[in-house]
């Protein structure tokens, strides 16, 4: 009679969230999967209405340049974005978790981008940073005498992307930084004061200590990491908002424009290559999360 009693018990607590899993997840996730084998007009049409495409929708991707393009706008978002990142926050958070003074007050300001919204952020960028008639670029280079610096257009085709990334990554550090401190911080104290006692110096410590301890911290790290580049699009929606400059497209606005065809960017609206374009990114992260796994392992050290 417990038994059953218990039995019913875990039925009613987790019925709840494993409909809701099925129903907002795994259900869409399978859908989405089969709707990339169809060639779909509209993303309301009945499946009766879908045309078996088999492996077009893929050749179709992989025959664009502008996808490809936005593969490899990705691809950089992840590698540089993601190197400039990971050190920031590295250093930040080692520096902040030794006992500097006003350690709250720096925490909350180098965390405040991410309580600003993407939007909010991303215009500030363009307006007030990288403005050709009074950003801060513009006017921090001319008091500085370099005048051909000043010249620049930071939002010109040449040079946007590279200005998306650094806009992105600024806002990125504070969210990582955090993670980086409550792992540091979870690391027994004994272990450092031991290390200080044996002669050895703070790089010394945080190549022995720290990075070893770490592991299981950097590896998730990495995969949200790569969770977010995936979904970049509010930042490249913000810096080119008419009509995408390719150095700003990244597949989501690939995909967006192929499911709801917003410009000109994408010729030809087709539901199906854009859920291609979703199991393609959902492999990557899988890729990169069973990648870093094997990669970082953590050894079996407890403390």
């Known amino acids: 009679m417990k038994k059953k009693r218990h039995t019913l018990m875990k039925a009613v607590f987790l019925g709840p969230a494993v409909l809701s899993y099925l129903a907002v997840f795994l259900y869409p996730t399978l859908r989405t999967t089969v709707m990339s084998f169809f060639k779909v007009d509209s993303i309301t049409d009945a499946v009766s209405k879908w045309s078996f495409a088999g492996l077009d929708n893929y050749r179709t991707l992989f025959s664009s340049e502008l996808f490809l393009r936005s593969m490899r706008n990705i691809a950089g978002i992840w590698l540089y974005g993601g190197l400039l990142v990971f050190a920031l926050a590295l250093l930040l958070a080692a520096i902040l978790t030794s006992g500097v003074?006003?350690?709250?007050?720096?925490?909350?300001?180098?965390?405040?981008p991410n309580v600003i919204s993407a939007v909010a952020m991303g215009t500030m960028w363009m307006q007030y940073v990288y403005s050709s008639r009074y950003g801060l670029l513009k006017s921090t280079f001319k008091t500085l005498g370099l005048e051909s610096l000043s010249a620049v257009q930071w939002t010109s085709p040449e040079h946007v992307f590279g200005a998306l990334l650094v806009a992105y990554c600024f806002g990125m550090v504070g969210y990582f930084m955090l993670i980086f401190m409550a792992g540091i911080e979870k690391i027994p104290a004994d272990f450092y004061e031991v290390a200080t006692i044996e002669g050895a110096g703070k790089f010394r410590q945080f190549r022995l200590i720290t990075m070893p301890l770490m592991k299981g911290v950097m590896r998730t790290s990495i995969v949200l990491w790569t969770i977010s580049t995936v979904v970049f699009f509010i930042w490249s929606m913000v810096f080119s908002p008419l009509n995408p400059e390719p150095g700003t497209v990244t597949p989501m606005v690939y995909m967006y424009q192929m499911v709801f065809g917003a410009n000109m960017v994408v010729t030809e609206r087709n539901v199906g290559a854009g859920a291609a374009?979703?199991?393609?990114?959902?492999?990557?992260?899988?890729?990169?999360?069973?990648?870093?796994?094997?990669?970082?392992?953590d050894d079996g050290l407890e403390y």
């Open 277 to 297: 374009v979703g199991v393609l990114l959902s492999l990557m992260v899988l890729a990169i999360f069973l990648a870093s796994s094997k990669a970082i392992r």
């Open 101 to 112: 003074r006003l350690k709250s007050f720096f925490r909350a300001v180098i965390y405040l």
